[in-house]
């Protein structure tokens, strides 16, 4: 069992920056791989980035590629998305999830964090 905790979430105007962070308890290893999700309203849920937990596989999603970083402190148990030049179309519920499978889709994963909301003004 992995437990997952994301915070870090708000509102903040179009080109600001955030920093979230996914807190992991329970079974964490070197070949559990932690992925960022999101949830607009009325859209389905999609894939933003993904890291194992070794540090290695890092991939992002075209749409935040140059301007979204996935990292992890071992130490602190948790995994940071730092989202830099935020834009309106950003805003979503923002789900961490762990999984064993190298996937950039969200069946993969097995466990999934509550969410946190962030909103992009204009």
């Known amino acids: 069992q992995v437990q997952l905790v994301e915070s870090g979430g708000g509102l903040v105007q179009a080109g600001g920056s955030l920093r979230l962070s996914c807190a992991a308890s329970?079974?964490?290893?070197?070949?559990?791989?932690v992925g960022w999700f999101r949830q607009a309203p009325g859209k389905e849920r999609e894939f933003v980035a993904r890291?194992?937990?070794?540090?290695?596989?890092?991939r992002y999603a075209d749409s935040v590629r140059d301007r979204f970083t996935i990292s992890r402190d071992n130490a602190k148990n948790t995994v940071y998305l730092q989202m830099n030049s935020l834009k309106p179309e950003d805003t979503a519920v923002y789900y961490c999830?762990?999984?064993?499978?190298?996937?950039?889709?969200?069946?993969?994963?097995?466990?999934w964090g509550q969410g946190t909301q962030v909103t992009v003004s204009s």
């Open positions: 890291i194992r937990w070794s540090g290695d596989m890092s």
């Open positions: 329970g079974r964490t290893f070197v070949r559990i791989v």
């Open positions: 999830a762990a999984g064993t499978a190298i996937a950039t889709t969200d069946t993969f994963y097995d466990y």
